[in-house]
């Protein structure tokens, strides 16, 4: 297994002092083009953001403030924000905020429904609770979903992006497919000691698993250890799998899909069995994933 990252996946080291202007760069660059009309940016020490042609999805990542969203076409929106809490800015609507704050700013090709609050807190609001499944099924996990695009799932609904703030402990290795699938991003928040993110652009070999040798079994797999403030681009197509405690939004462009999370334990589980791979040569897998496909 490799320690380093393949250029299938993208990092910004955003919470570090001199900030990662290179890594956004590659990450934002590669991000837009690969999801026409989207487009993300970073907010740093910011009282606010004047009007724009298009929607945005603002994520806190950093300090507290009173906000106010105003366009002038229909009722002030005010609350109370912080880390973790989403905001929506409709096209045309501006933003005040009374204390710096840092945000990930997220520009996206549609209309925002009508019915979508311009604040969504999910440490605060009584309709958002804990909702374990997907990459969080531990009955300890925290995982709030904000907005997703099925009623069933969550009260804020909207297909262009989706999102949910979970702790992630033992996710199952998946990956979203290049057709059909979306992409993903993590807005890391926090990281337990000993945390990592597997990752892996080599799905075609790892899904033919009778084909592969030791030699590639050794790059199959990478290994990241995430830092608070990261942003992590995940294309589709790129399997990952997160263990040890990432908390951290997980946000999808376009919204998430059931059906499209592909699992792949039980085909790491049958390279390290026809290859004999023991201790620390064997690929990293989730158990209880591992004993046939496995579909979300």
Not at 90 to 114: K, M
């Amino acid at each position: 297994m490799s320690d380093s990252t393949q250029s299938s996946l993208f990092v910004a080291h955003l919470g570090r002092a001199e900030g990662d202007p290179h890594g956004f760069a590659a990450l934002s660059g590669e991000f837009a083009s690969r999801n026409a009309g989207y487009a993300v940016s970073q907010m740093v020490n910011t009282l606010g953001l004047g009007a724009h042609s298009a929607a945005r999805a603002l994520f806190m990542t950093c300090g507290e403030a009173q906000a106010e969203i105003n366009s002038g076409a229909r009722e002030l929106q005010a609350s109370a924000v912080s880390a973790g809490d989403l905001l929506w800015l409709r096209a045309g609507e501006e933003l005040a905020l009374d204390a710096a704050c840092e945000l990930i700013c997220f520009e996206i090709p549609c209309e925002l429904p009508t019915e979508l609050p311009s604040f969504i807190r999910p440490d605060h609001d009584p309709l958002i609770t804990d909702t374990p499944g997907g990459c969080a099924e531990e009955e300890r996990a925290y995982r709030r979903i904000l907005v997703t695009w099925l009623a069933e799932s969550g009260p804020y609904n909207f297909e262009g992006l989706n999102a949910h703030r979970v702790r992630m402990w033992n996710s199952f290795s998946h990956y979203h497919p290049p057709e059909g699938g979306f992409d993903e991003l993590y807005i890391v928040e926090e990281v337990e000691e000993g945390a990592k993110i597997y990752t892996s652009g080599q799905r075609l070999s790892i899904e033919a698993p009778g084909d592969v040798t030791h030699e590639v079994a050794a790059q199959l797999i990478q290994a990241l250890t995430p830092e608070r403030g990261d942003l992590i681009y995940i294309p589709r197509g790129v399997i990952h799998r997160a263990v040890g405690g990432v908390l951290a939004q997980v946000i999808t462009v376009p919204g998430f899909k059931p059906g499209f999370e592909i699992g792949v334990d039980h085909h790491l589980r049958a390279i390290n069995e026809h290859l004999a791979l023991t201790g620390a040569s064997a690929l990293p897998f989730q158990e209880s994933a591992a004993n046939g496909p496995l579909i979300k």
